[in-house]
């Protein structure tokens, strides 16, 4: 089982259906868990998952339409009643901070832990978070409010030390740091050691895009080439690209087409209409342009 998984959570739009709830995913990467939306019902759902609200350690808002942020206030108010002390990261377009604080303000001032909240211009891509686990830039994407995705990228070496061999040329280990800098070393008689003879290269970064809720941006693949996986939101079909322009909102088809000038591995698509009560049509759609695609469910999880 890989240690780099995608919980989907809710893969609806606008309105909870039977059939599917409001946008919510976990991204989960060697036990640190990051929320992406955060609609109605979300903790009710983590629950059901077991998935720990504590190792909970940043929430990522694209944008604040309520099926994207309505279940944030239960949430924190849950997180505290079940004595979480340590900070809580949220992060989002322009104007979460006046979200938070407002909700702060009307009915979570008692909550026990700080909420380190951080607003960036959704205009301009940009890193906007970074841990030992992984690091996160913004993608600016095309909604009736401000709104961006997330492009998550594990943090991995580069390169490893070759031990046996740094042992037989003699590599005193104070300098393996400089090794794994890429850095060649000078032994005594005066010989240089190239560092590829020393390293092993690390294996490739795994990387996740989140793109909801978007208008089709034929540019939009300038922001994702290299990324494993994309989620890519769609929520028509083919014969509603006028309601999707809109609404500002993609198409399966157009979603696949994203994914297939960017280069990535795989497309997951979501964010159905609640018109729709079926995934195979935009599965298939999606696969006539992109073939390796999956049309997301409530309770799948996913390894990146």
């Known amino acids: 089982m890989s240690d780099f998984k995608i919980h989907i959570l809710g893969c609806g739009s606008a309105l909870p259906t ?74 989002g377009p322009r104007g979460t901070q006046a979200l938070v604080e407002g909700m702060r303000s009307l009915f979570l001032d008692w909550i026990a832990f700080p909420l380190d909240v951080r607003e960036y211009d959704d205009r301009e891509p940009q890193t906007v978070y970074e841990d030992r686990s992984v690091t996160v830039r913004s993608v600016s994407l095309r909604h ?31 300098q393996y740091q400089h090794i794994l800098r890429g850095e060649d070393w000078t032994n005594d008689e005066g010989e240089v050691i190239p560092n590829a003879r020393l390293t092993r290269p690390g294996r490739r970064a795994r990387s996740y895009a989140f793109c909801t809720d978007t208008i089709y941006l034929p540019q939009l693949h300038e922001q994702l080439r290299g990324v494993g996986t994309l989620y890519h939101e769609a929520t028509f079909l083919d014969g509603d690209e006028a309601r999707a322009q809109q609404t500002h909102h993609s198409t399966a088809r157009q979603a696949a087409q994203v994914a297939l000038e960017a280069g990535v591995e795989r497309l997951l698509i979501g964010h159905y209409s609640a018109r729709h009560n079926k995934l195979k049509p935009f599965e298939e759609q999606a696969r006539e342009v992109f073939a390796n695609t999956t049309a997301v469910d409530e309770g799948m999880t996913l390894d990146l």
């Open 18 to 91: 039977k059939r599917h709830n409001p946008t919510a995913q976990v991204l989960e990467l060697r036990g640190k868990l990051y929320l992406l939306d955060c609609g109605e019902g979300t903790q009710q759902l983590i629950r059901r998952r077991e998935l720990c609200f504590e190792s909970i350690v940043c929430i990522f808002l694209t944008h604040h339409h309520g099926d994207h942020i309505y279940g944030l206030p239960g949430l924190l108010s849950s997180m505290s009643m079940l004595g979480r002390t340590r900070a809580l990261t949220i992060i």
């Open 144 to 174: 009736r409010l401000p709104c961006q995705g997330y492009v998550f990228t594990e943090r991995c070496q580069a390169l490893h030390l070759d031990k046996a061999s740094c042992e037989f040329y003699r590599v005193p280990i104070a």
